[in-house]
């Protein structure tokens, strides 16, 4: 069970004798048994105390903080519907969403404007406001009769305004009953699959000025993030109609090419690692014409530089149009250029660097909220508390926690030299299905010890697989870092053993990370002024520096 109690003492002797953060976002869904037809429903704040099913839907939440904060909060409200219990198709235009806290506090989250019918699955994502994400009824699928699968990511909408989900539960306790309201009044209501919460932390990364060409693309993690292609130029390097060629990329298998647009006018570049050898990357909040694809660089050309096409190599291989596959991932029904948002779903070799660009059509400048659904970031099939290394006398010590666990077969422990070649240096056995906290470690043999980097790799029993974040060790006693003074005021000194640029977090006893930053080599205070008093623990380059007491 995830115990409240059980979760923060953990989390604290974590910390406490291993210096270390991961805690990762939770997610909790309603207990539906199948579909429910939302004929009949109409919930709403006002009727909370009243309503029942089939307007009314429970969520229980546990195990997490008592108070919900900046950092900390309901980042998310998945959810999935389909036509399946009706028989017809779903009518989205006139559906709308309201959620309740367990003290109470509620607002209304969804308000229509998507398709008056479609069928197939939709997957409505609600988060808090942003500048790159629109609201439902603004979102270019009014009226649009096409739609056949995802509906996106839309920003929390009470019906007049937007709603800033982190500031509207602030300060609440999460744990307890949630209730999700239904609204529709018409007669070919869609069915609720499922309803999610997702908790944890809901920023979203401003790109909007980065990624002009190649060169400068966006180094991107799969977290939530904002991109633009306003102000962006033609690249020389751009993709173009059909391949192979210097200025073109090559044919998916049987010739076929997606509708791109040749006039390459404004396209902006984000690159990523895929950490999954399937990969689902959602594009979100376009207001303007756009268009994308994914490539990746074949090196046909030998000179290991993806941007450049010498020596009569071509610059790109086509590995994803924006899906319109007949499947739940397809979002419209064209692949050219659109105003709709766009998915793509496709296989990816685990490690391999993959490029999305987005293009204006015809110099088209729109804002766009970009979000990796699978396979971009740490996902895993299992609720991954924390991965992190300890050091024993020079040797490393590999630990990780699991919440839960689903068909989980086994772990590999990977390490590498340089975080591009991966070996496989051992296994543990997973616990197959498990609702209960389960610790594993693993010492690295001595042959590897001048690897620093490494990872998880995780194996369902149908051989399917994932990857972990990488983790950094370091053990040498030469690279020890430390501050003063402690107990601190305003700020503290780092004691540095050379020169270098430090990434810092700050983080409390419960896990979650209170302040973060970036010090430039010749840079050594870190202001606290912002920190409340009490105790804390510094990371220096992904490195316990130790426990700093703020007065």
Known sequence: MRLKSIIISYLSFLILTLCANALNSQSFSSS????VDLTGAMASCATATTTTTPSR?????????????STMTLGKIVITLDNSCTGSSANLNLINIYLRSPIGTCTQIYSGGLTNTASGTHIINIVSNSSCVNIPSTANFSGNTNITGNGGIYAAFNGTSTVDLTSFFSGENPNGTWSIFFNESTSSEPCLVSATLVFGNPTVTDNTSSGDNCLNAINWDGSPTCASTNGKTASSNMPGWQGPGPSTFGAFSGGSTCAWNGNNDNDTWIKFIAESNTICVNISGIDQNLQSIVVTDPNTDGDNNPCTGANGGQYWQLVSCPDNTG????????????????NHCFSANPGQTYYLVVDGNGGAESPFFINGLLGTQFVLPIDLMSFIYKCNNSSIQLNWVTLTEANNNYFTLLASTNAKEWLEIGNVNGAGNSNEIKEYSYSVPSSFSNYNYFKLKQ????????????????????????????????????????????????????????????NASNEKKISINQLEAGVYFLFINNICAGKLIKK
């Open 32 to 35: 539906l048994t199948g579909t």
């Open 57 to 69: 839907f429970s969520v229980n939440v546990s195990g997490l903080a008592t108070s919900l904060t």
């Open 327 to 342: 499947t739940a991932n397809d979002i419209y029904n064209m692949t050219a250029g659109t105003q709709k948002n766009q």
């Open 459 to 518: 194996t369902d029993f149908d051989g399917k697989y994932t990857y972990s974040k990488i983790i950094v060790a370091d053990c040498k006693e030469n690279n020890s870092h430390s501050f003063f003074p402690n107990p601190a005021d305003d700020e503290i000194i780092l004691s540095l053993t050379r020169e270098i640029e430090t990434n810092y977090e700050i983080i409390d006893k419960l896990g979650r990370i209170i302040l973060k930053g970036r």
